[in-house]
């Protein structure tokens, strides 16, 4: 059984590293390389949370690079890129909800949106 661990961010890497095999799944994790301020960075992000930059990219007509190094420049020192960025993605989509959105979505106590989600999501219970 051949065993691949990825280095992340060096606050992570026991959440980032990955062990695969032909026959195992991969971890929900994904690892990509971002520069930041000119120096080639490892991230270990989720696939929603890889999705949202690529949006937030879009959107604002940015790199990744370059959002990642305006969250380096802008996060405290104690916090690991890797959250900041986390942060950074939720607080994005954070300030752009109104009520009139939730309501939309389906958010609240009459919405569907957790119903929807939970079934979205895999159960970790056995």
Same mark, same amino acid.
């Given at each position: 059984?051949? *065993?691949?661990?990825?280095a992340?961010?060096?606050a992570?890497?026991s /959440?980032?590293?990955?062990r695969?095999t032909?026959s195992?799944?991969r +971890?929900t ?9 000119g120096?080639?960075?490892s991230?270990c992000l989720?696939p929603?949370?890889?999705?949202? /930059?690529?949006?937030? +990219?879009?959107?604002?007509n /940015?790199s /990744?690079h370059?959002?990642g *190094? =305006?969250?380096a420049m802008?996060?405290? =020192?104690? *916090?690991s890129l ?14 752009a909800?109104t009520?009139e959105?939730?309501?939309k =979505? ?5 919405? +569907?949106f957790m119903t929807l989600w939970k079934q979205r999501?895999p +159960?970790?219970h =056995?």
């Amino acid at each position: 059984m051949k *065993t691949m661990h990825h280095a992340c961010n060096t606050a992570l890497v026991s /959440l980032c590293a990955v062990r695969t095999t032909c026959s195992e799944k991969r +971890s929900t994790l994904v690892n990509r390389n971002l520069i930041i301020a000119g120096h080639r960075t490892s991230i270990c992000l989720e696939p929603d949370m890889w999705d949202g /930059l690529h949006e937030i +990219s879009g959107r604002e007509n /940015l790199s /990744l690079h370059d959002i990642g *190094t =305006a969250v380096a420049m802008h996060k405290q =020192a104690n *916090t690991s890129l890797t959250a900041a960025i986390r942060v950074f993605v939720m607080t994005y989509f954070r300030v752009a909800a109104t009520e009139e959105g939730h309501n939309k =979505a389906g958010h609240g106590a009459d919405g +569907s949106f957790m119903t929807l989600w939970k079934q979205r999501q895999p +159960s970790n219970h =056995a």
